[in-house]
């Protein structure tokens, strides 16, 4: 079946910096969508990607959508304390494949 | 817009009995709801697809006659747990998309402990 892999795992920074983290997949995915989840809550839907080679904005959030259909990437600029959370990324397209999630910590 | 609700929030029932968890798309119409697992520190788990006025499918692995799904309207869909065990103790979480979208909105998730 699909698979993503999501990286990295865990990321420690300090406020202020900016970070990046990616997934890939074994398949070519026709949408690609990225998550933010707090301890205890559902994901909330960040960014949404439809194209190939698509680059998208969210405020301090930016993602692309690979030009191969099988990986995406997302950043975040000048982090600040409440972005701590997980960061999931989901391909497919109506059915939705989950990365393992990137644990985003943040040292004040 | 796009907000999904879930109820309950947490529920704590004994081993045996069933429970029902209820999903509601609040300003769309969700022709499609999912049902998903989260154990902790994992990721979300597909258990089925919920089409309004037809019969769930459930992924492979997922027993359909334990995890009852109905989906009676477009904004409403419910995951009934029966005859629950502690193996059942998980986050469950439904989502929603509207009509023609591929963007999953996702409720709050419900936290189900069965002792």
């Known amino acids: 079946g699909q698979q993503l892999n999501q990286s990295p795992q865990s990321m420690f920074i300090q406020e202020g910096e900016d970070v990046s983290m990616n997934c890939t997949s074994s398949?070519?995915?026709?949408?690609w969508l990225w998550y933010k989840q707090d301890p205890g809550e559902g994901p909330v839907l960040l960014i949404a990607?439809?194209?190939?080679?698509e680059l998208t904005s969210n405020g301090r959030l930016t993602a692309q959508f690979g030009i191969t259909r099988k990986d995406s990437f997302l950043n975040i600029s000048a982090s600040i304390p409440s972005d701590v959370g997980i960061y999931f990324c989901a391909g497919g397209a109506q059915k939705l494949v989950f990365g393992q999630g990137t644990r985003l910590t943040i040292n004040p | 817009g796009a907000v999904v609700s879930q109820h309950p929030s947490r529920v704590i029932c004994k081993s045996g009995t069933s429970v029902k968890i209820e999903c509601r798309s609040l300003?769309?119409?969700?022709?499609?709801m999912f049902w998903y697992r989260q154990f902790p520190k994992q990721s979300l788990m597909l258990m089925a697809t919920s089409n309004e006025g037809s019969k769930a499918t459930y992924e492979q692995g997922v027993e359909k006659d334990k995890f009852l799904i109905n989906h009676a309207s477009l904004t409403l869909s419910t995951l009934t747990v029966t005859s629950a065990h502690p193996e059942d103790s998980s986050f469950y979480i439904c989502?929603?998309?509207?009509?023609?979208?591929?963007?999953?909105?996702f409720g709050p998730g419900t936290r189900l402990t069965v002792t």
């Open positions: 398949s070519i995915f026709n949408t």
């Open positions: 300003d769309f119409q969700a022709t499609t």
């Open positions: 989502s929603a998309n509207d009509r023609g979208e591929y963007e999953q909105y």
């Open positions: 990607l439809y194209k190939a080679g």
